[in-house]
């Protein structure tokens, strides 16, 4: 469905007066509703877990942990309750540092870690602009979001492929290219070994094993969901998958064995990735180091 959108913005856009900022928009649309996936804790469900399409990126999930309570808020360009008194610059900041812009509530107060900065740091200056461009362009919703409890302080555990960044040359190389997508993808947040509360990129990346507790109203009786190992181990990860199945798994839901995936995998979002993009990916996770 977004890939026909996106098609028919990027045609039209040639004819289009400001046709740059069409483009802009249309690649921060895709970004955000594939790969990025952020209404995935910034939109709200009804209650059997269905998206509200017209309440889009109004305020999502909570997450309640040992460190913060904080709900994922208002992110539509509505000034009183949205982000719509932001300039772009405070935007780009807080998608990578993760820090609120020096006004307003909470001023200059960090982003509790659940918000994927550390990921989001390695965007290229020109996605992190598309993404900009977008959150711009939606719909204005009024809603409030919760203010948060921070009890510990913001700690953000460094992701090495964002540490290092990347640069458009190198995507030469389907498998940079591939690791770039799953970086800004945060993949790896979801399917990282925790230990103590600390994500072992180092030593665990792909292993998986994180719990998330079902679904606020889910129907009773849902089990928790745990992240599966995506590593390129034949036995544990899925060395030994075809890459259709492996493709299947992220854009449909459908694991190896016929099994749905339960949230929160974003399947849902995948299912626009490029076939291109699709590709890359499952060419990065072949080479991610098997762990058992
Ligand atoms: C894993 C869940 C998650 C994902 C994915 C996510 N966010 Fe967030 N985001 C949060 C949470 C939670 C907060 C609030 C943290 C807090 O209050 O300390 C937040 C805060 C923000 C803020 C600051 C808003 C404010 O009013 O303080 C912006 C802007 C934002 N996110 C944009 C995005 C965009 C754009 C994406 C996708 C590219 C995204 N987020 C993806 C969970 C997420
Ligand atoms: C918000 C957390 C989260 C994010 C982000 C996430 N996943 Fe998942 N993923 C999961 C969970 C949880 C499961 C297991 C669901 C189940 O077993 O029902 C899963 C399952 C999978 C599976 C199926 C493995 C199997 O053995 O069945 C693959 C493949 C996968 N994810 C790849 C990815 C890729 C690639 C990305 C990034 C583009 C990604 N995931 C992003 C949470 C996440």
Not at 42 to 59: L, Q, T, V
Not at 145 to 157: E, F, I, L, M, N
Not at 206 to 213: A, H
Not at 249 to 275: F, H, Q, V, W
């Amino acid at each position: 469905m977004f890939r026909i959108a996106i098609a028919c913005c990027v045609v039209l856009s040639v004819a289009a007066h400001g046709a740059k900022a069409e483009t802009l928009t249309a690649r921060g649309d895709y970004l955000v509703n594939t790969i990025m996936a952020c209404g995935n804790c910034h939109s709200p469900r009804d209650g059997e877990g269905r998206m509200i399409p017209d309440k889009a990126f109004s305020g999502g999930l909570t997450f309640d942990t040992p460190a913060f309570v904080a709900t994922a808020p208002n992110i539509t360009p509505d000034a009183e309750t949205g982000i719509g008194r932001w300039s772009d610059a405070e935007i780009r900041r807080a998608l990578i540092d993760g820090v609120r812009p020096d006004h307003g509530h909470l001023a200059g107060v960090p982003l509790a870690a659940i918000m994927p900065a550390n990921f989001y740091r390695a965007l290229l200056p020109e996605d992190l602009d598309a993404v900009v461009a977008y959150l711009r362009s939606i719909k204005p919703v009024r809603n409030e979001s919760p203010v948060p409890v921070y009890k510990a302080p913001v700690r953000r555990d460094p992701y090495p492929d964002a540490e290092a960044g990347f640069d458009k040359k190198m995507f030469a190389d389907p498998v940079r290219r591939g690791a770039y997508l799953v970086t800004v993808g945060h993949c790896m947040e979801c399917h990282t070994a925790w230990s103590r509360g600390v994500s072992d990129f180092r030593n665990g990346l792909g292993r998986g094993g994180r719990t998330f507790p079902a679904r606020e109203g889910a129907p009773a009786g849902t089990p928790d969901s745990v992240a599966a190992n995506i590593t390129s181990d034949p036995a544990a990860g899925i060395g030994a998958w075809s890459d259709a199945e492996i493709g299947r798994a992220i854009t449909e839901g459908i694991s190896r064995d016929g099994r749905r995936l339960k949230p929160p995998m974003a399947y849902a979002y995948y299912a626009g990735l490029t076939p291109a993009d699709l590709a890359d990916i499952v060419a990065y996770l072949r080479t991610v180091p098997p762990l058992q």
